[in-house]
């Protein structure tokens, strides 16, 4: 589905970070968000996930239309992976795991908890999940952390599959993963300004933090 945004404004502990952010993702398309750390790209992401409040602006697609991969795996450590997959299947209404567990190299770790996995074999479930949600935009933060070169490409085919069933992706992400698909945004542009129209509003005091 095509994602649009327009003159958004967000804080971080009650301090704007960015404002006047505007794009436009087109269904079977992707757009990875560029900038040093500290700009603003996991408050961005948080805010367009529905985790936490704009100062202002809007975004097209309502928050049950997302799948949102934070750096966290959300993973419970005492069940095993097909355990983990079942329960967000659950959750969003499926049943059937296994194209997620094949997807992502896990059907031979399907009954390893996931406290006994390794770091990138919990990024991989953690990824997982968003095959098991059906949800048509994917919002990813850092999605590669942890993950060897073939993990990498591995999980880069998996966004192409969803980029061309018509998924729409936001990505923020240092790494390159080689996606025709994809668009570049540098969010240095729309660093806020010191004083500006957003400094007030975002005095009210929301804490990310604790959302």
């Given at each position: 589905?095509e994602f ?25 398309a ?6 040093p ?16 409040p ?15 991969a934070a750096h ?6 005492t ?13 969003y209404?499926h ?25 990138g074999?919990?990024r991989r479930l953690g990824l ?7 949800r048509?935009?994917?919002v ?11 993990s990498v490409a ?17 990505i923020?992400?240092h ?10 945004l ?11 129209p ?14």
């Amino acid at each position: 589905m095509e994602f649009t945004v327009s003159d958004l404004a967000v804080a971080r502990g009650g301090i704007p970070v960015l404002e006047g952010v505007a794009f436009t993702v087109a269904a079977g398309a992707a757009l990875v968000l560029r900038g040093p750390n500290g700009c603003g790209k996991t408050t961005l992401l948080r805010t367009l996930a529905g985790l936490q409040p704009p100062l202002a602006g809007t975004v097209s697609a309502p928050a049950d239309a997302m799948a949102y991969a934070a750096h966290a795996d959300g993973l419970k450590p005492t069940l095993t992976v097909a355990e983990n997959l079942r329960f967000w299947a659950a959750i969003y209404g499926h049943a059937d795991i296994a194209p997620a567990l094949s997807a992502l190299n896990l059907a031979e770790l399907a009954r390893r908890p996931a406290q006994n996995l390794s770091a990138g074999q919990k990024r991989r479930l953690g990824l997982a999940r968003l095959l098991v949600t059906g949800r048509p935009v994917w919002v990813l933060d850092e999605p590669t952390v942890s993950l060897d070169t073939a993990s990498v490409a591995l999980f880069a085919g998996v966004l192409r599959g969803h980029l061309a069933t018509g998924g729409t992706a936001l990505i923020a992400s240092h790494i390159a993963l080689g996606l025709d698909e994809a668009r570049d945004l540098d969010l240095t542009r729309f660093r806020a300004r010191s004083g500006g129209p957003h400094a007030r509003a975002a005095s009210g005091g929301f804490d990310e933090a604790f959302a």
